[in-house]
Nanobody, 124 residues
Framework: QVQLVESGGGLVQPGGSLRLSCAAS????????MGWYRQAPGKERELVAG???????NYADSVKGRFTISRDNAKDTVYLQMNRLKPEDTAVYYC??????????????????WGQGTQVTVSS
């Protein structure tokens, strides 16, 4: 009942910038925390940045000062602005959201959703 669709990935040179977007749609009552994760080849998925419904943020040490997470609650969308990209930032980036979903009868339940992933490649 809920879909997360990411966009904005691509190929960029070291030192460049990209902005990822993730829009949620479906039977959404409200969205709690949202976040961005990434998974590089041969590595486990790791948290890059998270943001609460109130706007509090947290970042992985490796991206602090370079990446900024933000959200537009009116659009159910989360963004990741990535600056001064490095080759080690190369990975598939996934968005994640904790969603209160409305059933047809008006009752609510909470579930965790993931986007399909978008490739970010940092290379000269």
């Amino acid at each position: 009942q809920v879909q997360l669709v990411e966009s904005g990935g691509g190929l960029v040179q070291p030192g460049g910038s990209l902005r990822l977007s993730c829009a949620a749609s479906g039977s959404i009552f409200s969205i709690n925390a949202m976040g961005w994760y990434r998974q590089a080849p041969g590595k486990e998925r790791e948290l890059v940045a998270g943001i609460t419904s109130g706007g509090s943020t947290n970042y992985a040490d490796s991206v602090k000062g370079r990446f900024t997470i933000s959200r537009d609650n009116a659009k159910d969308t989360v963004y990741l602005q990535m600056n001064r990209l490095k080759p080690e930032d190369t990975a598939v980036y996934y968005c994640n959201a904790g969603v209160l979903v409305a059933r047809w009868d008006g009752s609510l339940y909470e579930a965790d959703y993931w986007g399909q992933g978008t490739q970010v490649t940092v290379s000269s």
